[in-house]
T-cell receptor, first 112, second 120 residues
Framework: EAQVTQNPRYLITVTGKKLTVTCSQNMNHEYMSWYRQDPGLGLRQIYYSMNVEVTDKGDVPEGYKVSRKEKRNFPLILESPSPNQTSLYFC???????????FGSGTRLTVV | AQTVTQSQPEMSVQEAETVTLSCTYDTSENNYYLFWYKQPPSRQMILVIRQEAYKQQNATENRFSVNFQKAAKSFSLKISDSQLGDTAMYFCAFRVGSWAGGTSYGKLTFGQGTILTVHP
């Protein structure tokens, strides 16, 4: 089954404790991106990647890092999480940035 | 930069009736795509319908159809014969159709969302 797999589904952490949210797709898609969803703001792009070793900032990149060492994986790294990063996070992929998007099932992150 | 606005935070409808969700957008691009996504309580993002800006004909998918008014930059979603399973948050989204460079490439710009409740 073609899918984007995100883990974990829920995460509660403390301020300053580094964490990684994993994202993996099995469709050989070149384009992957991360979004955060906040009430009243919709979804906003954090980072995106057009291919292996090619990443760039989206609209709200502050406090986040990403890497793309393999085509299938695109982890989101929060090196020092803060409470304002409490949000619902989605990973999405598509073939080349032009086609339809496949979303992961979301990660609910709470930073206390 | 593109913006997408959904002015209805919440809507409700009776089962089997028709409801229309509003969406307006702002862009200087001529080639772009518009989407409606559904997010049920399971949080999954599900593509409902997609419209290419260069197509004048409004897209239709079963009970879902759009009213695309390019000059007015309006993209509303009509749900006919509403069902309880249609209860969800609905997002309107925009994407440029070609790579203009910068952070626009491949990016979906979302509206704020509309919570739709279908009552039995």
């Amino acid at each position: 089954e073609a899918q984007v797999t995100q883990n974990p589904r829920y995460l509660i952490t403390v301020t300053g404790k580094k964490l990684t949210v994993t994202c993996s797709q099995n469709m050989n898609h070149e384009y992957m991106s991360w979004y955060r969803q906040d009430p009243g703001l919709g979804l906003r792009q954090i980072y995106y990647s057009m291919n292996v070793e090619v990443t760039d900032k989206g609209d709200v990149p502050e406090g986040y890092k990403v890497s793309r060492k393999e085509k299938r994986n695109f982890p989101l790294i929060l090196e020092s999480p803060s409470p304002n990063q409490t949000s619902l996070y989605f990973c999405a992929s598509n073939r080349d940035g032009r086609g339809g998007y496949t979303f992961g099932s979301g990660t609910r992150l709470t930073v206390v | 930069a593109q913006t997408v606005t959904q002015s209805q935070p919440e809507m409700s409808v009776q089962e089997a009736e028709t409801v229309t969700l509003s969406c307006t957008y702002d862009t200087s691009e001529n080639n772009y795509y518009l989407f409606w996504y559904k997010q049920p309580p399971s949080r999954q993002m599900i593509l409902v319908i997609r419209q290419e800006a260069y197509k004048q004909q409004n897209a239709t998918e079963n009970r879902f159809s759009v009213n695309f008014q390019k000059a007015a930059k309006s993209f509303s979603l009509k749900i006919s014969d509403s069902q309880l399973g249609d209860t969800a948050m609905y997002f309107c989204a925009f994407r440029v159709g070609s790579w203009a460079g910068g952070t626009s490439y491949g990016k979906l710009t979302f509206g704020q969302g509309t919570i739709l409740t279908v009552h039995p």
